[in-house]
């Protein structure tokens, strides 16, 4: 079993930044891989960005390239999700994932665990 715990969410101007943290805990040893996903009022969850256990790898959705940031803190089992430039429709509850194996996906289905979400509001 493995626990994630986000923090940082909040309320922020457009052009502005956050901070989103998720401290995972229990099955945290071998290869894996965690990301965030994010859904909007009235739509589906979509991805935005995954990183592996070692940070080589990071992959992020065309939306948020360029403005967000996934790092890791392996020590401490946290990734981050450094958001920049922030806009509107940036608007969401935001989750934590985290997947077996190194190979990163953009598919929800693909991770077996899932924080609670932290909700994101960018004001126009």
């Known amino acids: 079993q493995v626990q994630l715990v986000e923090s940082g969410g909040g309320l922020v101007q457009a052009g502005g930044s956050l901070r989103l943290s998720c401290a995972a805990s229990g099955r945290t040893f071998g290869s894996y891989a965690m990301g965030w996903f994010r859904q909007a009022p009235g739509k589906e969850r979509e991805f935005v960005a995954a990183?592996?256990?070692?940070?080589?790898?990071?992959v992020y959705a065309d939306s948020v390239k360029g403005r967000f940031t996934i790092s890791r803190d392996s020590a401490k089992n946290t990734v981050y999700l450094q958001m920049n430039s922030l806009k509107p429709e940036d608007t969401a509850v935001y989750s934590c994932?985290?997947?077996?194996?190194?190979?990163?996906?953009?598919?929800?289905?693909?991770?077996?665990?899932w924080g609670q979400g932290t909700q994101v509001t960018v004001s126009s």
């Open positions: 990183i592996t256990r070692g940070g080589s790898s990071t």
């Open positions: 994932a985290f997947k077996d194996g190194v190979v990163l996906t953009t598919t929800q289905n693909a991770y077996n665990y």
